[in-house]
Each structure stands twice: as C-alpha cells, then as structure tokens.
C-alpha cells in the first residue's frame, strides 16, 4: 500500500501556500517533512489525512490498507489533543468507538498499545496528572490503536524539554522497529528526521513545492552523529537558505 499525491497545492483565500506537490508514500516508509515555518507542512498533513480538501490535485492510497485497520489515517499533534476528562484509557479507547469490535477485542487492542507504549500501569491517570512525555505517550497509543494504514505526525515533539524529546525519540525508534510503520513526519527539528527517516522531503518557503527529497542511506541502528554528519550539513544549508530567504522577505514587507 502507497499513499500517492498528486500534483497538490493549496490556497486559503487566496494565498497560495502549497504548489504542485508530487510524492508517494511508499508501503512501511517514514517520510520526513522539513521546511520554514508557514511553508504549508500542517496544511499538507491534514490534506494527506482528509481534513482539508486540497484546492488541487488529489491524494489517494493505493494498494489495500493492512489487515485489521480501522481508520486509515491517525494524528499525533505538538499539544497531544487529549481528551482532560477521560482517563488515559478512555483516552485510548475513544479512537476505537466507532468501530464494530466486540469488547474483547477492544480490551485486546487497548491493552496492546498501553503495553507498547509504556502505559499500562497508568491506565487510570487523567492526563493532568501526567508529564508531558507521558501525556504524548497517550497521544502514539491513541493513533496506533486504530491500526492505521498512514500515521501522521505534526511536530509531535515540539513541545517537550530536550531529555523528554530524546526520550520519546527512543520510543519512536523502537515502536518503528516491533511494528511495520508507514509514517509522515512533519518537524523543523533536523535530527528528529535524521534519526527517524527512511527519506527527508525538504520544503521552500511558502508557497511550499518540494526543493529536494534526501534519502537517509545509513541504517536506523547505526545512526550515530558521526555517522549522519555529512547529511546533516547538506540539509542545514538548504534549509538554512530557505529560512534565510524567508527572513529577508518578511524584512522588505515591513520594511
Ligand atoms: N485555516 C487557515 N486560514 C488561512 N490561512 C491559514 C490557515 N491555516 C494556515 N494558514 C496559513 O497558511 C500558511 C501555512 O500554514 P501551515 O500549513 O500551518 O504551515 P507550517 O505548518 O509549515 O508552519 C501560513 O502562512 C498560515 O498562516
Ligand atoms: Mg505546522
């Protein structure tokens, strides 16, 4: 199963923010998705996910989702969208509601995910009394119940401290490694895509179009800084020229 997109772009009331985005998702690919800030990564994900019609072109899976998906898509967003009432399993459970699953069956995949994810003794915790790593925890166990055919994620860790970020990042690489993920992730954190990535789409300044795709041709398990250095700085520069470019823009405009 791929998810191919075709020629995308998008405008809000006229501002073009999107143009002309080709690129397929390959089957049990994470793709990363760089760029400036406002280059349109939040608008291409939920254009991806079916929550905004693109203004043109189409995206469209191809292939038959895995056995067992419930939905196709599932988020992970920066702020977790968790529901502050409902324990972390009503939290859980909530992806699973409009689904015709036995209680069995419900219990099975709620457990499965709270294990996967570290949660199981924190089944009844609202998310208050929770870190932030924790709360985002929630937020993974919830997408993934769901089976989902494409997991998208908007900056899932931007708004964690560093230590939790690296932590949560472990996480990631160790779900990626026990379950055949198919993943778009949305960052402007270079070495979140460094380490998780099978290819990095580098966006341009709004109206974001696709300035390059990098494949990361080191294997996950040996991703070390040393290792990873040469790309990284290839990436710094386009994106450095990117927001650089923005930056001075924005300068004239106000000037
Ligand atoms: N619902 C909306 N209505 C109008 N403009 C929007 C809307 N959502 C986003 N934008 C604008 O579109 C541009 C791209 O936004 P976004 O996709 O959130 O970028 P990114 O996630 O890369 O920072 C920004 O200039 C933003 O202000
Ligand atoms: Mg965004």
């Not at 772009?9 to 793709?31: F, K, P, R, S």
């Not at 609202?126 to 985002?136: T, V």
């Not at 990626?176 to 992730?185: D, E, F, G, I, S």
């Amino acid at each position: 199963m791929e998810l191919v997109i075709d020629g995308v772009g998008h405008a809000y009331d006229g501002l073009q923010v999107l143009q002309g985005i080709d690129l397929v998702v390959h089957d049990g690919e994470t793709l990363a998705l760089i760029g400036p800030s406002g280059c349109g990564k939040s608008t291409l994900l939920g254009i991806l996910g079916g929550l905004l019609q693109p203004t043109a072109g189409a995206v469209r899976l191809r292939g038959q989702p895995p056995a067992g998906t419930l939905n196709p898509f599932t988020y992970v967003f920066q702020d977790f969208a968790l529901l502050p009432w409902r324990s972390v399993e009503g939290n859980v459970s909530l992806a699973l509601e409009h689904h015709a699953l036995d209680a069995a069956q419900r219990q099975a995949t709620i457990d499965e995910v709270l294990a996967l994810t570290g949660l199981s003794e924190f089944r009844a915790a609202l998310p208050k009394q929770l870190s932030g790593g924790m709360r985002q925890r929630v937020g993974i166990a919830r997408a993934l119940a769901a089976k989902p055919a494409v997991l998208l994620l908007d900056e899932p860790l931007s708004a964690l401290d560093a230590q939790t970020r690296d932590l949560l990042l472990e996480d990631f690489e160790r779900l990626w490694a026990l379950r055949k993920v198919t993943a778009v992730y949305v960052t402007h954190n270079l070495d979140e895509a460094l380490r998780l990535a099978d290819r990095i789409v580098v966006l341009s300044r709004r109206p974001g179009r696709i300035r390059e795709v990098v494949t990361v041709d080191v294997p996950r398990a040996a991703r070390s800084v040393a290792a990873l250095a040469s790309l990284r700085d290839r990436l710094w520069r386009l994106i450095r020229d990117e927001a650089a470019s923005a930056d001075r823009e924005m300068a004239l405009a106000h000037g």
